[in-house]
């Protein structure tokens, strides 16, 4: 069993910046694949980005050169760094963990979601 809990959303400005992070408990943390999904008002949740066990990433094509994705397996800890944010990031943005990289939302744990707002 993993817990996840998100944390470091808000309101921000276009063109801004914020860091989400996603705590995790449990020992194997470093065997999960790691993700972030997020959850526009009326829309279905979709993929942002994720993060396989040996480091290598994956981004959604709107978001690639924008947000980072990073894991921190001794502390069980990964973060979403998101950068020059536009008003269609709004959302609420989930941490997943799963065994299996994939961009469908088919992983196994997931946290509460922090809500993310992007205003003009």
């Known amino acids: 069993q993993v817990q996840l809990v998100e944390s470091g959303g808000g309101l921000v400005q276009a063109g801004g910046s914020l860091r989400l992070s996603c705590a995790a408990s449990g020992r194997t943390f470093s065997s999960y694949v790691m993700g972030w999904f997020r959850q526009a008002a009326g829309k279905e949740r979709e993929f942002v980005a994720a993060?396989?066990?040996?480091?290598?990433?994956i981004y959604r094509d709107s978001v690639k050169g924008r947000f980072t994705i990073s894991r921190d397996n001794a502390k069980n800890t990964v973060s979403l760094q998101m950068d020059s944010l536009k008003l269609e990031d709004t959302a609420v943005y989930y941490c997943?963990?799963?065994?299996?990289?994939?961009?469908?939302?088919?992983?196994?744990?997931w946290g509460q979601g922090t809500q993310v707002t992007v205003s003009s």
């Open positions: 997943a963990a799963g065994r299996r990289a994939t961009m469908t939302p088919e992983y196994d744990y």
């Open positions: 993060i396989l066990r040996g480091g290598a990433t």
